[in-house]
């Protein structure tokens, strides 16, 4: 079985600062590892996701995660916060089999307060 | 497009009381999910339809809960009967076919039982 650790709960930065919201995984077979974020009283939403191919991808709004299966980890980073990126954020990893379901595993969440 | 559509988003009820929470999923996603979260067990996976079929129901709690997908647009969490433990936010959740497809979530429908 897969699993996800996430081991802040809370981060707190200053406004412009850069952060790094840490995600390590651990499964036996390959896995596509996503990033969701949940704005207060919101559903949660896909920020980024890895499936194959380059182990660097990018939100839309400045997010980045790198893939790193040596360490098995996909920590998400932005290099300057703005307040509007205050939520909570989710790890979560599914593995590749082609054979019928796989369940998709969320981590505890990591909330991410921006400081003015 | 509409997005996964909750109803409703806000119930507050007495212990006992049989509760139904609804859900309308992204037309043609043909994956389907109800999410509980919690402040003390973050969020859990209740169960999973496919093409209207349950597949995964490990995580529903007890025999208290229940849920049915009579169709492809629609799909029900009943409650019955309910209890305080069971105060929290309920996600509904569709993907399409597709082994690294995102799930998109609805609202949400808070729930709290006093």
């Known amino acids: 079985a897969q699993s996800v650790t996430q081991l802040d709960s809370q981060v707190p930065v200053f406004e412009e600062a850069p952060v790094e919201l840490r995600c390590n995984y651990s499964s036996s077979v390959s896995v596509y590892l996503f990033w969701y974020v949940q704005y207060p009283n919101q559903g949660l939403q896909l920020l980024l996701k890895?499936?194959?191919?380059?182990?660097l991808v990018e939100s839309i709004n400045g997010f980045e995660a790198e893939f790193n299966k040596s360490q098995t980890s996909f920590h998400l980073r932005k290099p300057s916060v703005h307040i509007s990126d205050t939520a909570e954020y989710f790890c979560a990893v599914r593995k590749t089999s082609s054979g019928g379901y796989q369940k998709v595993t969320f981590g505890t969440g990591t909330k991410l307060q921006v400081i003015p | 497009d509409a997005g996964v559509i909750q109803s409703p988003r806000h119930e507050v009820t007495e212990m006992g009381q049989e509760v139904t929470l609804r859900c309308k999923p992204i037309s043609g996603h043909n994956s389907l999910f109800w999410y509980r979260q919690t402040m003390m067990r973050g969020l859990e996976l209740l169960i999973y339809?496919?093409?209207?079929?349950?597949?995964?129901d490990s995580g529903m709690p007890e025999d208290r809960f229940s849920a049915k997908m009579p169709n492809a647009s629609f799909s029900t969490l009943k409650i019955q009967p309910s209890e305080p433990r069971d105060s929290a936010v309920y996600f509904c959740a569709s993907s399409p076919q597709g082994r690294g497809n995102t799930i998109y979530f609805g609202e949400g429908s808070w729930l709290t039982v006093v």
């Open positions: 339809f496919n093409n209207n079929v349950p597949i995964d």
């Open positions: 890895y499936l194959s191919g380059s182990t």
